[in-house]
């Protein structure tokens, strides 16, 4: 558990017993942000009094306009920056003496973020090497997460010949080779052209699915956030927290056709709403 | 026709295979070789051409004949000298090397050790070097070690002032994913600080290279030196006392071999290290 400057104490307990935290289905909590504020350096107020529960194998969006914080609450999830005031926990992760999830989170960034130096299969075997995983045990694994992103011909490529999508995919197989509970995507296909990433959102997807991890993912895409989430967080701007929190009912197959059907376009229409409620709640307020 | 839009479609532009690094056609590679070769061997014949023609002697400006006469005839003492000023330089380059880079290290590691010695660094660098000679004459237990002394106060900047700017300029999303998975400080330094300044080490090594030849020959002018031992621009300088010029061409071609001798090996190491990945070194193709 992370502390921010307040002195307020997080009990799990009592987050469990919050009727509209604790889940219909009674599932685990990975996540819990309560109150979270960050203030920058520079003055600027990113998020306040924010919180968020997330429970295990969700697949949530951030969906909000520029400038809302939905990166800035990303990181603070991933344990990189603590809160200005406010906790954060990851109730069921082992928690290391930084007071930070051990090993259980693995996070895309809005950049491929891959080592220009070092080829696909290093890049994958990073998390493993930082870790002291053994060389054999870690070869399998890396060559099972790259055939996943169907890289597996690419284990010699260099970075800087592969295509923008072809990176990402190196970055989603190298966050999830250490077999993360949550998964953290900071608008990792926002470069990419319409096809591939309708490409990745569908592999996303499949990840998702076989493998119960947990997913939080930051876009800006109305589209995109109605086609992939189970449970799409709003959030406004000007102070950046949530402004709705919208459960999304979802068909397990996903495909072309939903993307042309009646269900996903009434599904973007509400998201749409939303968004724009927040955009104009955020100008509204000085 | 479906078929082909269907796989286009399928593997959308994401499909793009790993580029391959594009092959120099031959005959731009002859090209390469015979366009200098041709201009060097032109201005040897337009040199034999104007001292022959001219009736210039010597003893002003021997012809190319006379200096290739002078290369075999003097060989038993210029070669040893060539040898003297070729350890200089590489002692002085490789401890250079060492100390620039081991204390660029130790600079971003530690800001205080930064600040403390930045005064210091300047000092040492603005300083001509060839000012401190005399004194270095004076204080170093003999000649040899006075210059290389001398060579290795020119080299050590550009290697120290080029690593520690590579090591602080470590893309700073890398430098969030290491410390996303839980690197230590030692780890963060071999896997990425060091890695990722590469290209600016080997900018150091190269400017590092040919400055410790010429501090090398600038020092034996300052020492002036005599006797055995002596390096090849205390020979160069005697030759010109005796006014065997001919003799003073082949050290001064000896010197510029030397110096190229040192460029194409720099260049090669940073091609070696660099080839797969940098941008320095791969041909732009549009």
Known sequence: MREGFSNQVCYVTDILAAPAEAGIAGRRLVVTMRDVSKLFSNGTLALKDMSLYVKAGEFISLLGPSGCGKSTALRIIAGLGAPSSGTIDW???????????????????????????????????????????PKGEARDRIMEGLAAVGLKDFAK??????????KMRVSIARAMVTKPKLLLMDEPFAALDEITRQKLNDDVLRLWQEHGVTVIFVTHSVYESAYLSSRIVVMRARPGQVFSDLEIEQPAERDRDYRTSETYRHTCQIVSDALQGAIHAAEVRP | MTDAVETNREAGTDAAAGVLLPKMPRREKL??????????VIGIIIWHLAVTINQVPRYILPGPADVWDALWNDSATLWPALLVTVRITFVALAIALIGGAGLAILLVQSRILELALFPYAVILQVTPMIAIAPLLLIYAPDTQTAL????????????????AQGLKSVDHNLLNLFELYGANSWQTLIYLKIPSSMPYFMAGLRIAGGLSLIAAVVAEFAAGSAGQGSGLAFRLLESQYRLNIPRLFVALLMLCGTGIAIFGLTSFVSWLVLHRWHESAIRREN
């Not at chain 1, 259980?104 to 493993?128: K, S």
């Not at chain 1, 490529?157 to 923008?164: D, F, K, N, T, V």
Request: hydrophobic share 50%; net charge neutral.
């Open chain 1, 91 to 133: 109730p069921s992760s082992k928690i290391n003496k930084k007071g930070l999830p051990e090993g259980d989170v693995g996070f895309v960034f809005q950049d491929p973020t891959l080592m220009p130096w070092a080829d696909v299969f290093d890049n994958v075997h990073l998390p493993l090497k930082l870790r002291g995983v």
């Open chain 1, 157 to 166: 490529s260099y970075p800087r010949e592969l295509s923008g999508g072809m």
């Open chain 2, 31 to 40: 090209l390469q070789v015979i366009v200098p070769v041709v201009a060097l």
């Open chain 2, 148 to 163: 290389l002394i001398c060579a290795f106060i020119v080299a050590f900047f550009p290697v120290l002032s080029n690593m």
